[in-house]
């Protein structure tokens, strides 16, 4: 079951407390929930992309859907759903959404880390967050995506519009083909020869073209 929404950002002063200056204009698209959940940003042929990450300590995540570059409000917040084992993702589809389409993530809950223990999790709403299954990133540059010094405990929005993770299409990379070796480059070793007769020279007959070898696809 699919349902047409039109999402906006948080507007006022609301918004630009916790998710920091600028505006974009949202625009028309579907959502749906996944049958299954596949990590990172997948785009299908129906036009549908789907989204899906791990992230079992948070209590919600947002989908962050921008319009431009350097924005550092999104045109569009989409909810996720969660499943039983920690895994979040939701579809989406209308104009706009597609490969080459920039994201984040904003996630809330109870975070291990604070400031006398800082290595742990951190689960504040005032942050954004990359996918750490995305193919494709902006620049990831400190000054990039903070505009001041991240605290683990922030009441005020850090992001500086930058380092978006980028819908990616793998079907326009290039298809795997073959090398081709020349017959000079070969070398056996553990080779083992047989003769049908005891003391017989081994001859071994030449290439007469070069061996094409395929070559398995990453």
Known sequence: MYTLLRFTCLAGALGSALLGAGASA?????????????????????????F?????????????????????TPANTV?????????????????????????LYRATGRGTASRQAPFGTVLNG?????????????????????????????VQPVYA??????????????KPSHVEIRPEDLLCTNCTFRTTRRGSPVSLPKPEAPISVSRKAD
């Open 26 to 50: 949202a625009f028309e698209i579907e959502t749906a929930k996944p049958s299954t959940i596949d990590y990172g940003a997948h785009p299908r042929p129906d036009g549908w992309v789907d």
């Open 161 to 174: 519009g930058g380092g978006k993770s980028v819908v990616y299409e793998h079907a326009a990379d290039p």
């Open 126 to 154: 005032n942050f954004v967050l990359g996918d750490p299954y995305a193919y494709r990133t902006q620049d990831v540059r400190y000054s990039k995506v903070f505009s001041s010094t991240p605290f683990v405990d922030t």
């Open 79 to 103: 909810p996720m759903a969660r499943s039983g084992n920690g895994d979040w993702g939701v579809r989406v589809r209308g104009p706009g959404i597609g490969p080459g389409l920039m994201y």
């Open 52 to 72: 899906g990450l791990h992230a079992p300590a948070a209590e919600t995540i947002d989908l962050l859907l921008y319009d431009a570059p350097d924005a550092r």
